[in-house]
Nanobody, 125 residues
Framework: QVQLVESGGGLVLSGGSLRLSCSASGRTISTSNMAWFRQAPGKEREFVAARSWTGARTYYADSVKGRFTISRDNAKNTVNLQMNSLGPEDTAAYYC??????????????????WGQGTQVAVSS
C-alpha cells in the first residue's frame, strides 16, 4: 500500500505559476509510474502528465505541453508538477496517482492503483 498526499494548490491569476507536490508514504514509489490527473466540476478526470518509474520518460497531455513539467525524486519519494502560464481552463482538482511500472505510460485513470485526495487549483482571469 502507498499513501499519496498532494499539496501546493491555491488561487492564482491567469499567467501565473504553481508548483504541486505529491508525497508518498507506506512504500517506495521508485518502482511505480507516476502521474497527475485533474478533474474540473462536471467533467471527467483527465490525464495531465506522467513520468516513468526510471524517470527517463515523460508524457504530457497536449493541453499542458510546454507549460507543465513533471519531475520525481525517488530518494525523497516525491513527485512534483510545475505549472506555468496558467489559464482559467486549468482550474480543477489535481490528483497524484501511482501505477505499475511498465514500458507504456498509461493515460487512463483505471491504470493507476493509488490516488491522493487531490489539491484544488483555481485560476482567475
Amino acid at each position: 500500500q502507498v499513501q499519496l498526499v498532494e499539496s501546493g494548490g491555491g488561487l492564482v491569476l491567469s499567467g501565473g505559476s504553481l508548483r504541486l507536490s505529491c508525497s508518498a508514504s507506506g512504500r517506495t514509489i521508485s518502482t511505480s509510474n507516476m502521474a497527475w490527473f485533474r478533474q474540473a466540476p462536471g467533467k471527467e478526470r483527465e490525464f495531465v502528465a506522467a513520468r516513468s518509474w526510471t524517470g527517463a520518460r515523460t508524457y504530457y497531455a497536449d493541453s499542458v505541453k510546454g507549460r507543465f513539467t513533471i519531475s520525481r525524486d525517488n530518494a525523497k519519494n516525491t513527485v512534483n508538477l510545475q505549472m506555468n502560464s496558467l489559464g482559467p481552463e486549468d482550474t480543477a482538482a489535481y490528483y497524484c496517482a501511482a501505477g505499475a511500472r511498465g514500458p507504456v505510460i498509461a493515460t487512463t485513470p483505471s491504470e493507476y492503483n493509488y490516488w491522493g485526495q487531490g489539491t484544488q487549483v483555481a485560476v482567475s482571469s
